[in-house]
């Protein structure tokens, strides 16, 4: 049985004025008792209401629920009694309404350390003996006023709590609800269960055996059933089938094992019955299942800013890989494709070596077997000179270029018409040159007349590569151009292998002039491995900055997400906190939605990645690189996220006090 005993109990608010709540209370009530108190609002009911379920504590005097003083214990120890000794019925229901009635009266057993399948079984019978047994699966928000504070009494009784504490239960009913509720209770009580009731209507507090009547703190008793001031009845003997609401769900005595966790409350001589307050692991899955499950508008939000942040984070890692690799391939496929070799006059008097005017055939082949070569040719300029598509028109100055191919040219040259190499009498026009001189179209076999001379033109020039000035002069063989004109420039242009620049520069001057090396001079573009590695660089930090600062905005908003969602449900933690949850077990409870949020965001965030990544590479023509390991990457950013955005809210949930249930 259960006794609460107050001596000289008082309950003082610290304010610029102290607010005395409660004033030398003594009472006691034993078990079985149907205890109404009344009184005008804020004459100190909830607070004496609170002291008594261990929601609050006396700032003076004793608090005993049997022999122990419960006023010095901890707040873990407080919660162990609690969920033992108190059922909770609100005036405001506190009600989960979007998860079924069933469920919400799993709810009363979810911190007495029972598995899932049993908490169910128990709700129905809660439920049959509110008269609900019909309206199991339906949504709290779909019931009744009646309906719901019925499904509070199914929740409060279905721990098998010895003492079910009653906070103005009939005060958001109609009368024909609350004459229904009142019976109820005292159904309860007829069984064994104390009751205490606060409320404001004479006609609930007529329904009990004893009336206390609070007024500026001070307590009163109106009146007192004798029958149940004592303690020496059958429900005070430890495991005899009246112990308070042992049988409540059939009607008829029972064994307390047959209704409840095993040995649910054990009686010791001299001490209090309680059992720890604990979750079971299954138990707690479950409630954090029906969490999302029941509520999935405010899951989805939640999961939406985890895939928003995974996916940024997993984009720009998967496009920072892909931006190195393309960059890489573009440096591989630019970097040193170019060398130029160029006679100079050492001796300043305009004398170029001759070897131009008549390659050697040996220097030709030299040149043609450097490994890493894909093409080269000679080109030698021979300064400007008449030109004119017709003699009787318009004559212009062209410059004139001598050309000896060394390979088949593609990307060094590109014409339309004849191929290289030419013949004596043959020449290729730049397009910027014909159009300058009128030249007729390739169909008609145009002559250009250089410097008097008439020429085939075989072929239209349109791209030069870096030799841009060739769109617009006249190209003709060597040995032709040098019968024009001597050379003023003799130039040796390369195009390589990817990587075979360096190599190839330190020996073509060597390879075409052995003899005038001194006078060649050798251009090649920097080595770009260095400038390939250094952009490469920061684009990996430019792209891993935007991941930090992703990640650390959908941190910042899932964290304040889920403060939000702990502040909207402080109604339902502090009814947790009432019915024996410690505050790790709501860190926990809020933590492990986190986690769960967080695994299913980070799945959802790695697929939606996934194709954003492949979306942009096709989009772009770039080639996707994907590392196997982003998606499990993805799981496991998208958990710690959850359990980091949980660090604030799951305090701040530990931080709610259970006497907020009643506000």
Known sequence: MTVLTLENASRT?????????????????????????????????????????????????????DDVDV???????????????????????????????????????????????????????????????????????????????????????????????????????????????????????DRGTTIIVVTHDPAVAAKASRRLRVVDGVVTQQSDASANDTADGPAAQCGQTTEPGAALFQGTAASPSRHRRRSPFRCTRGGTPTTASRVHPRMLWHDVSQALVSDPGRSSRLIGVVVIAVTLFLTVISLAYTAS??????????????????????????YIPQVVAQPDPEAVDRIASINGLQEAMLVSRHDNHPATSDPSLRVVDLPVYGLTPITPLKDLLTTRGETLPLDHDQVLIGEAAASACGLGPLDASPTLWVRGKPYEVVG??????????????????????????????????????????????????????????????????????????ELETSVRTALQTLTVVSALSGLAILSNAMNNSVQTRTGELALRRAMGAKRNHLRTLISAESLLIGLIGGACGSILSLLVVLAITIFQHWRPVIDPLSFPLGIVAGILTGLAAAVIASRKAGRIHPAQALR
């Open 13 to 65: 608010y610290e304010a610029v004025v102290p607010v005395h709540a409660l004033k030398s209370v003594s009472i006691t009530i034993n078990q079985g008792d149907f205890v109404a108190i009344e009184g005008p609002s804020g004459a100190g009911k909830s607070t004496l209401l609170n002291i008594l379920a261990l929601l609050d504590k006396p700032t003076h005097g004793s608090y005993r629920i």
């Open 325 to 350: 690799y393309q960059v890489s391939d573009v440096f591989d496929a630019q970097r040193n494709r170019r060398v130029a070799v160029a006679l100079t006059d050492p001796t300043d008097t305009g």
């Open 460 to 533: 239209i020039i349109t791209d030069a590569g870096i030799r841009s000035e060739l769109l617009g002069g006249v190209v003709m063989s060597q040995e032709e151009a040098s019968a024009v004109a001597p050379a003023a420039e003799n130039v040796l242009e390369i195009r390589t292998a990817p990587g075979a620049a360096s190599a190839i520069a330190n020996v073509a001057a060597l390879a075409w002039v052995p003899t005038h090396v001194e006078t060649a001079i050798t251009d090649s573009p920097p080595d770009p491995t260095q400038m390939r590695e």
């Open 71 to 189: 006023v010095g214990l901890s707040d873990t120890r407080a919660a162990d009694l609690r969920g033992s000794i108190f059922g909770f019925v609100f005036q405001s229901f506190h009600l989960l309404p979007l998860r079924t009635a069933v469920e919400n009266v799993m709810l009363g057993m979810a911190y007495q350390g029972g598995d899932p399948e049993s908490a169910r079984m128990r709700a129905y019978e809660a439920l049959a003996f509110v008269g609900l047994s019909e309206r199991a699966d339906i949504p709290a928000e779909r019931l009744s006023g009646g309906e719901r504070q019925r499904i509070a009494i199914a929740r409060a009784i279905c721990g098998g709590a010895p003492v079910v504490v009653a906070d103005e239960p009939t005060g958001n009913l109609d009368s024909r609800s609350s004459q229904l509720i009142m019976d109820m209770l005292a159904d309860l009580n």
